[in-house]
């Protein structure tokens, strides 16, 4: 299969100060990013894909316990082969199936863009949510995809940040203007129901980038895990900021109705949705590459020992690319593939592989705090996986993908200009017989 066991950096270290490196000099060597732009990639990932804080710092810290620079290395150093080939199936699952999920929020979010143009009818096959997800692979993932350097994704990082700033602004926006003619579903202010692991594996999915973190710290110039440190715990702050924001004025505005895509719950004919919606595409395809930097360089450690020439990576992303494509293409809901994603896949990656490496690495007593925080972590995680699917599959989310929901009709109703009163949306509501509170 090509796999060629360890290939240790460093020679393996105990004293984590900040001269130790995870990559030898002639391996990032003109790869090399500012840390500024490593902050943006990794914000970009958690905000696209996730945050887990100590987790980061343990994995990098495992990393340098073993004298490895790649999550796969570490794994297979700790728990030999076996372990490495799960890591890889698990590394390698977890952002081929985000791809999949970034292709089917572009369809649904730019196909309700493009509607909105003057002129344009809403069936015109041209503006389907099939077409935009070949059109923008064709036009922008797979370019952006066929980098060698994941260090030249860090200004288009920036500019997807910058663009969830403003899509924040929206949401927060919208929750003044149309919260109030969103009626509150029965027990909405109620913290937890029995399904509430099935949210956790959401989370799960949306709170990592361990799959990529050994990319963006080896993009580093003198990566050490002080300086590591320091760009997660900037990254965390800045993400977790933006991701309780997010969630917060997303379900205050639609309670129970909150949909695994947000913005399916958004009426089509809000114009300051729709300028929302247009970034929020921009930026799923901005995140879509990260995604596949990762899946390629797994296949390249697993079959070709961690090289791949010109020609090969070519057709590796090609490969890819074309097989995520034709998935989406097949599904339109998101909540069950970010429930199965973040239970399978992002548990195991965030909660029980790095704890258990650490756990088996370290020779620091039991009570020391990273000890005792791995042992809390690892059980959690094998909750989170086997619960999480169970309910997942028991009772999987409903999704409305491409229907308008309720509170948006009659027609020619803009919350843009929001001129009916409380009392005349409930009316109309009523003689629409809206069953769905029931």
């Not at 940040?161 to 003619?181: K, Q």
């Amino acid at each position: 299969m090509g796999y060629q066991g360890q290939r240790p950096a460093v020679p393996p270290q105990s004293n984590l100060d900040d001269r130790e490196t995870l990559v030898s000099e002639h391996k990032h060597k003109g790869k090399t990013c500012r840390q500024s732009a490593a902050v943006f990639n990794v914000v970009n990932s958690i905000i696209g894909s996730g945050i887990i804080d100590f987790s980061l710092v343990l994995l990098i810290k495992g990393g340098t316990l073993s004298g490895t620079d790649t999550y796969q290395s570490l794994v297979n150093k700790t728990f030999g082969f076996p372990g490495y080939l799960v890591l890889s199936v698990l590394q390698f699952l977890y952002p081929f199936i985000a791809m999949i999920s970034y292709n089917i929020i572009t369809g649904d979010t730019l196909s309700k863009v493009f509607q909105r143009i003057p002129g344009v009818d809403p069936e015109n096959v041209f503006i389907g949510r099939h077409l935009i997800i070949v059109l923008s692979t064709v036009a922008f993932t797979l370019p952006l995809s066929l980098y060698r350097d994941i260090a030249k994704l860090g200004k288009i990082s920036l500019i997807s940040t910058v663009l969830t700033t403003l899509i924040l602004g929206i949401v927060m926006a919208r929750v003044v203007s149309l919260g109030p003619y969103v009626p509150k579903t029965e027990d909405a202010w109620v913290f937890a129901k029995p399904n509430a692991i099935q949210a956790v594996g959401v989370m799960s999915f949306a709170f990592i980038c361990h799959h990529n973190c050994f990319l963006v710290y080896g993009s580093l110039e003198e990566p050490t895990v002080a300086k590591w440190s320091r760009i997660i715990h900037v990254s965390t702050l800045i993400s977790v900021f933006i991701s309780i924001l997010f969630a917060t004025c997303g379900y205050l505005t639609f309670t129970g109705f909150t949909q695994g895509d947000l913005f399916e719950n958004y009426c089509r004919n809000d114009d300051l949705v729709t300028f929302g919606r247009f970034c929020y595409g921009v930026t799923v395809i901005m995140t879509y590459p990260i995604e596949c930097f990762v899946t390629r360089e797994v296949i390249a450690n697993v079959f070709f020992g961690g090289t791949l020439s010109s020609v090969v990576h070519i057709v590796v992303t090609v490969v890819i690319i074309t097989v995520a494509t034709l998935v989406s293409l097949l599904i339109d809901c998101l909540g069950i593939v970010l429930e199965l994603n973040g239970a399978l896949c992002a548990a195991p990656l965030i909660f029980i592989i790095p704890s258990a490496c650490y756990l088996k690495l370290s020779e620091e007593p039991r009570t020391h705090s990273d000890k005792i925080m791995s042992c809390v972590m690892l059980p959690i995680g094998v909750v989170v996986m086997v619960v999480g699917f169970v309910m997942a599959v028991r009772n999987p989310q409903d999704c409305t993908h491409g229907r308008e929901m309720f509170y948006c009709f009659p027609d020619n109703f803009s919350f843009t200009n929001i001129s009916v009163t409380h009392f005349q949306l409930t009316t109309q509501l009523s003689v629409l017989n809206v069953t769905i509170f029931q």
